[in-house]
């Protein structure tokens, strides 16, 4: 039988969200019914709301969630009432052409729940990452739903499910940090200052936070940023070379996704550096550099999706850093806050002052 609950949908291409009465169905083959205990507020939901990422509207925001399972549906055998979960939006089918070559962070057949949540008129919901989370509860394929210990409080626990997980990653799977590195990580909100942590915990010697916002730059140092620069009226190329012995840095980040900051990032490299982009750009952003330098500088240009995480294997182990104090989980929660105030913190988003606002039910 349908359960009705409150959820937060985006109706219209840049309108306001609403919370609003939602049905869900009971998990079917393959899916988990799971109450949402927090959800944080993420760029991406504001992507949604504006229509930058599909117009399939409307759609169910949310993605970034713990909580616990209600129900299993049939075939579920990993699974179980009662257990603790954060939610990943990339769950590998396990027979792709990427998962069968031993590269599952790519799987190219990520699975979803089958059954829409609709709203009470029968409209079917677009979810978010096809997760929609900002609500009391919601329908995903079970290998969305990552068992993780439940001594980690949901507003925390929820984060690594999308935000901390994406720059974590970025550092130590994609960029591979490693002890004594130098690596500079540009734009400092929450996936920038995971990045900075991730690299911090991967052993590097020196972490050179970039950004134009000086309180963001005083927040990195909570995470493990040991320099900082203000590229607003620093020529940040100039800075991070002179903080790296001329050189620039082993591995640089770049967390914003701008034609500026990505060139920024190219520059900043040492020869045979690694450029990492996790920030993720307009679809009509465009990056022009001279072939010579591509060829010359040599090194890798990556992208990072999702931190090139595995959930199974990455959520676990970084719950269990966050409980022994390796990884400041908490850090980036700046508030909590209701359903009904999922808006206003997209203008906080905006305003630079939140690293997370974090929905709790």
């Known amino acids: 039988m349908p359960h009705e609950v409150r959820a937060v949908v985006a109706a219209k291409k840049g309108a306001p969200v ?8 009971d998990p ?3 899916e988990v019914l799971v109450a949402v205990q927090a959800c944080g507020v993420c760029h991406t939901d504001l992507h949604y709301r504006e229509g930058a990422i599909s117009e399939d509207f ?11 399972v209600e129900e299993v549906g ?3 055998a990993d699974l179980a009432p009662g257990d603790y979960v954060v939610l990943a939006w990339r769950a590998p089918c396990g027979s792709c052409r990427s998962c069968r070559r031993g590269r599952p962070w790519y799987c190219f057949d990520s699975r979803n729940a089958t059954q829409p949540m609709t709203l009470l008129d029968g409209t079917p919901l677009t979810t978010a990452l096809g997760i929609g989370a900002f609500a009391e509860k919601t329908l995903v394929a079970a290998g969305q739903a990552v068992k993780v210990d439940p001594a980690a409080r949901p507003e925390a626990a929820g984060l690594i499910g999308c935000g901390v997980m994406a720059g ?8 591979a940090v490693g002890s004594g590195d130098t690596v500079a990580v540009i734009g400092c909100g929450g996936v920038g200052n995971a990045a900075i942590a991730g690299a911090s915990i991967a052993g590097a010697r020196r972490i050179i936070a970039v950004d134009i916002d000086d309180r963001k ?9 040991t320099h900082t620069v203000n590229s607003r009226g620093t020529d940040p190329i100039e800075a991070v070379r002179g903080l790296t012995g001329g050189h620039g840095a082993d591995v640089v980040i770049d967390a914003v996704g701008r034609p500026e900051t990505y060139r920024q990032g190219f520059f900043m490299r040492d020869l045979a550096g690694t ?9 009509d952003m465009r990056i022009e550099l001279p072939l010579i330098e591509l060829f010359s500088r040599g090194g890798a240009l990556k992208s990072s999706w999702y931190g090139d995480c595995l959930p199974s294997r990455d959520f676990p182990v970084l719950i ?42």
């Not at 974590?168 to 960029?175: D, I, L, P, R, W």
């Not at 508030?335 to 203008?347: G, K, N, Q, R």
């Open 28 to 30: 079917g083959p393959g």
């Open 217 to 225: 730059l005083d927040g990195a140092t909570r995470f493990g940023a």
């Open 275 to 283: 450029l990492v982009q996790v920030g993720v750009p307009d679809p």
């Open 320 to 361: 269990d850093r966050y409980l022994s104090g390796r990884l400041d989980l908490d850090g980036f929660v700046t508030e909590t806050i209701a359903l009904d105030e999922v808006e206003s913190a997209f203008d906080k988003m905006r305003d630079g002052t939140v690293l997370r606002s974090v929905v709790v039910l």
């Open 168 to 175: 974590y990653g970025a550092a130590v799977h994609t960029g």
């Open 18 to 25: 609403e919370v609003q009465a939602i049905l869900v169905q």
């Open 74 to 76: 049939p075939g579920v």
């Open 58 to 68: 409307p759609f169910l925001l949310g993605h970034e969630a713990a909580g616990v």
